[in-house]
């Protein structure tokens, strides 16, 4: 069983920066495609940035330029360094992994609270 844990959530003042972590158990890590993903009260949980086996990258509009993902594959770990945080950043952000058509699986989330 596949297993997924986030970590490095936290407030944070707005301008500031937070990194995530995710650490995934289990041997398909390097060939998956590796998300985050956020969901905010009342809102829908959307993509925020993802990262495929090749170190392709695709991150939301909004967080275009203060966002970066990235991977570990020694580590098994997947990262979202945020920059620049705004008050509408704050969410529950949520560790994805996708491989094979096959597997789609979530972390528990970390929560990310920006505010003065």
């Known amino acids: 069983q596949l297993q997924l844990v986030e970590s490095g959530g936290g407030l944070v003042q707005p301008g500031g920066s937070l990194r995530l972590s995710c650490a995934v158990s289990?041997?398909?890590?390097?060939?998956?495609?590796m998300g985050w993903y956020r969901q905010a009260p009342g809102k829908q949980r959307e993509l925020v940035a993802d990262?495929?086996?090749?170190?392709?990258?695709n991150y939301a509009d909004s967080v275009k330029g203060r966002f970066t993902i990235s991977r570990d594959n020694a580590k098994n770990t997947v990262y979202l360094q945020m920059n620049s945080l705004k008050p509408e950043n704050t969410a529950v952000y949520y560790c994805?992994?996708?491989?094979?058509?096959?597997?789609?699986?979530w972390g528990q989330g970390t929560q990310v609270t920006v505010s003065s």
């Open positions: 994805n992994l996708k491989a094979t058509r096959v597997f789609d699986y």
């Open positions: 289990g041997s398909i890590f390097s060939i998956s495609t």
């Open positions: 990262i495929t086996s090749r170190d392709s990258t």
